[in-house]
């Protein structure tokens, strides 16, 4: 063959042949700077963030140093102001206005804080053998068996019949003890190992190590385990065994967020499905200045549970939100709505060489390929999928590309697989054009999950990207 000829083909392939190329072959030399030390801000508010009311605390203090003010009914808005609003201490959306009309419609990067995790009962505490424990329930699609025979850390609130709220954090400090669930020694497990992974684990049995220690003072013959545990409570927070009947308390795993890999390009922690969406699209908001389109971070609660609740991404919360801002800047919600769009920025599945045989290779997402897009979720022939149309597959295209974005192309699973949903399906029945994106995940839904670096940064490079679109 000619050397022309060679050189022709070689031009032909690269022209005509798609094929998604490792992030770090197309990195650029001040992204490649910033990676890391952005993915160290991101640690931190993985690292505080154990929950979804800290989440929503760490975003309204980080948005008010940024100039963000609490947005409230009937209040003037015009272009270049930065709002926020609450939603019961559990999400919030945070927005800044476009020079654009509202009607013109609104760039909206929805993620969610909250995780999959364990819940403490309400009536949670009791003493057997010596031992007080919590019994509890799981939140989300946890693998059981992952949970026991790890350090615990228990957060969240205890509300009190008087108004107050007590607030609890315990096992995060080097000072601080931690919590466990135990697990059966190998040498008696013959039985529960023959069972299948999914029934080794009884829900029930789930229930947290709390304390070994009894109140001999009182002499009391029984529960005096338990009995010293709540003294301690007592002493620390005021509460009594009876306030647990009005606590949300969760048990999340004790470590924090580590560099993974002798080069540090990967991060394992817990709750990166969807803090690691949540910190791209919230600092991409504080980085957008004067945008065109006015842009919308939401961070949402309860989509491990199917977005349900009056903090899920179903609630009418988000509406009257937007609603409210629509009557400031003189348009209707139906008129804002129907020229929207929306990033459901939530995580993908990694391809796993340990697990190749459940991704497609030819469709899967790859670690450090950048932030992956996703025209479609649900499962048995799409079913529960939004479904985005081509036509905005294209202009995402076009605005990543514009924008030197790292980022690919995935899809959950192999055809028949399983699957599963995002926010994505309850945005699009908004009549808000909706796809999913965001960084693909090892692990997923595991207490030390993983993601690459670059795909971290590269979803926040995407998501300003959108939000700085120009229509
Ligand atoms: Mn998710
Ligand atoms: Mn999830």
Redesign the pocket.
Known sequence: MSNDRKKEGELLREKLMYKPKNGYARLNGEDKLRIHEYCEGYKDFVNAGKTERACVKLAVDAARKRGFVEFKRGMKLKAGDRIYQVNRGKSAVFAVIGSARLDDGINIAAA?IDAPHIDIKQNPMYEENGQCLLKTHYYGGIKKYQWPAIPLALHGVVATKNGKTIELSIGEGNNDPVFTITDLLPHLGKEQMAKSLADSFPGESLNVLVGSEPYIEEKLGKDNVKLNILKLLNDRYGMTEEDFLSAELSIVPAFPARDVGLDKSLIGAFGH??RV?AYPALTALFDCVNPEVTAVCALADK??IGSEGVSGMKSKYFDTFVEDMCESLGTTLRECYEKSCCLSA??LAGMDPNFPDVLDKRNAAYINCGMSLCKYTGARGKSGASDAAAELVARMRRIFDESGVIWQMGALGKVDQGGGG?VAMFMAQRNIDTIDA?VPVLSMHSPFEVVSKLDVYMTYKAIYAFYNEKK
């Open positions: 969610h499905d969807d969406c989509e491990e939530d995580v995002t965001g």
